[in-house]
């Protein structure tokens, strides 16, 4: 199971940091990504990281969003700053067991419900 957190408003060029706990698995064996989705929009990702730490971002989010994660605590997070209307979405978190082609979600076996980020101008 995985319970996202830390979504909210915050005004354009604000910053935010996701949460993302995990339970009833080995999470340090998981690769972990980040994906988000508007209304009538296709799911996309953010940003992945494998059990080794290797981390891979979306084009759109590269110099402005950081996936970290630590195992000592089952969570995952991301660091978004210089944040902008764009980029308000429902954030989820997914596990998956592999450590390739992690910017697609069909690689995923475990999702999160989701956090809302609403990001004003």
């Known amino acids: 199971q995985l319970v996202e957190s830390g979504g909210g408003l915050v005004q354009a060029g604000g910053s935010l940091r996701l949460s993302c706990v995990a339970s009833g698995g080995t999470f340090r064996s998981y690769s972990v990504g980040w994906f988000r989705q508007c209304p009538g929009r296709e799911r996309e990702s953010v940003a992945a990281?494998?059990?080794?730490?290797?981390?891979y971002y979306a084009d759109s989010v590269k110099g402005r969003f950081t996936i970290s994660r630590d195992n000592a605590k089952n969570t995952a997070y991301l660091e978004m700053i210089s944040l902008s209307p764009g980029d308000t979405a429902v954030y989820y978190c997914a596990a998956a067991d592999w450590s390739s082609e992690l910017l697609l979600s069909d690689t995923y076996h475990t999702w999160g419900r989701g956090t809302q980020v609403t990001v004003s101008s």
């Open positions: 990281i494998t059990r080794r730490d290797v981390k």
